[in-house]
């Protein structure tokens, strides 16, 4: 995949382009992202904000290396299905986009 089909695929599931990066925020607070995807120019990298408010990579992937699911569900390579609790984020940051 390449940085704009993974920004097309995130915008599609719920994700909202916070402070540059395609961001999944918590629900009561719609402007804080704790999940983003930084797409540089060779690869892309999944960070959490730390309650600090620092960020951490816990996942990273060359844009050769992540392939689109057949479904349209989370792209393969990248990490995102080792996140627990991440398919409910986007299901709420989803709802609040359409409700909201």
Same mark, same amino acid.
């Given at each position: 995949?390449?940085?704009?089909e993974l920004t097309a695929w995130a915008l599609k599931t719920g994700w909202? !382009?916070?402070?540059?990066?395609?961001?999944?925020?918590k629900p009561n607070r719609p402007g804080d992202a704790i999940?983003? $995807?930084v797409l540089k120019a060779?690869?892309?990298n999944v960070e959490i904000r730390k309650p600090a408010g620092k960020w951490e990579k816990v996942?990273?992937?060359?844009?050769?290396? !992540?392939?689109?699911?057949?479904?349209g569900g989370t792209p393969h390579g990248l990490g995102l299905?080792?996140?627990?609790? $991440?398919?409910?984020?986007m299901q709420d940051n989803r709802d609040a986009a359409v409700f909201g």
């Open positions: 995949m390449t940085a704009e909202k !382009v916070i402070g540059g990066h395609p961001s999944l925020s999940v983003r $995807l060779t690869v892309v996942f990273g992937a060359a844009y050769g290396d !992540v392939e689109a699911d057949e479904d299905e080792k996140l627990p609790g $991440l398919s409910k984020l």
